[in-house]
């Protein structure tokens, strides 16, 4: 999973807000996922998660799930409101 243009807004709001934007995101993750589902982070804006499922199509769901919930959030922190994006691909 990627987060769209984290490099713009790093570069606009500085990496305070950057890594705000980061934790933010996990905690989401962590709520998100299930407590035996493991959740990385895979470097610069992208994270990783590995899901313990049976059914193809429950790992899809969830995907779109976690993107809608983003979508629908509003970062703010410092006076600064970001909503952002991501793209999940995944591997069955």
Known sequence: M???HFKEI?????HA????VLKSLAELLI?????YDLLA???GEKFVFLVREEREVAVGELAYRIC?????RVCEHAGIR????VSIGYHW
């Open 10 to 14: 790093n570069d606009r709001f500085r």
């Open 68 to 72: 809608d919930e983003i979508r629908n």
């Open 31 to 35: 709520t998100t996922i299930r407590g």
């Open 41 to 43: 982070r895979y470097g």
């Open 82 to 85: 970001v909503q952002i994006t």
């Open 17 to 20: 807000f950057g890594d705000f």
């Open 2 to 4: 990627g987060i769209h």
